[in-house]
């Protein structure tokens, strides 16, 4: 049975993440406006901590999946390699609706 953590955990380990390996905290932006050129391996690891929460909110769920978001943005890089100028958030709906 796989178990499924609270959000606070989850982010607090991916907080912990991003220290670890340097990545710079996500600045504040318009995901809407976000496009699939704009996202890169490094800029990924705050947009999954986003996403999951934007998971959790379209399912109405309050917790957090950390192997679907895994899942997730290794699908959203090689897709969004395949359609760089795509909008993001029409590709990460899509994804959530398959996945």
Known sequence: M???QTAA???TLLFTLMLAFMVPPASAQNIAKLRCADVDEEKIVPLAIWLDG??????????ADESWMTHVR?????ECEETPQALILPVIDEMIRRY
Do not use: V
Not at 54 to 61: D, E, F, I, L, Q
């Open 74 to 78: 290794d699908m959203l890089l090689m």
């Open 54 to 63: 934007y998971r959790a909110a379209h399912m109405k769920s309050t917790e």
């Open 9 to 11: 955990p989850a982010a």
């Open 2 to 4: 796989k178990k499924k």
